[in-house]
């Protein structure tokens, strides 16, 4: 019933404009609207909401992530622009911090300003 339609998210910001400026200026995602609740950001795909609130608290696990084309291309792009990506005790991630559970598939994280876990992921063609 949904699948055509396009996926509203949602996470928490306790400070709007570093939030604006880390997923518009270094994620690239396009910039809406900024109003007393919410600051809001479009993609081909889906609309990111980021509610305003005095404290964040990050939920457990990845609270939003990408599917990429090309994993490795995409993590260098981020990290060239300062995004540092995660390393989790336990997990064989390689030189650019991406774990590979499967040939050809892989997953990078990384947090927003607010802690929010976010992820890359590719998956096999």
């Known amino acids: 019933m ?7 998210a949602f996470l928490a910001t306790a400070d709007a404009g570093r939030a604006r400026a880390f997923f518009e200026g270094v994620l690239g995602l ?4 900024d109003n007393e609740y919410l600051v ?10 980021l509610q ?15 599917h990429v084309k ?3 291309e995409s993590v260098k792009g981020l990290a060239a622009r300062g995004v540092h990506f995660e390393r989790f005790e336990g997990m064989a991630q390689d030189d650019l911090a991406i774990w ?3 040939p050809g598939t892989g997953v990078a994280w990384f947090k927003d ?4 876990l976010l992820s890359l992921s590719q998956s096999r063609a």
């Not at 949904?2 to 509203?8: H, Q, T």
């Not at 809001?40 to 909401?49: G, P, W």
């Not at 300003?113 to 929010?116: K, L, V």
């Open 70 to 72: 090309n994993l490795r």
């Open 100 to 102: 590979s559970p499967q």
């Open 30 to 33: 396009t910039f809406v609207e």
């Open 2 to 8: 949904l699948a055509n339609e396009k996926l509203e």
């Open 40 to 49: 809001m950001f479009e993609t081909d795909s889906a609309r990111l909401n």
């Open 113 to 116: 300003p607010d802690g929010n």
């Open 52 to 66: 305003k609130t005095d404290v964040v608290k990050p939920p457990f696990g990845t609270a939003l992530g990408w």
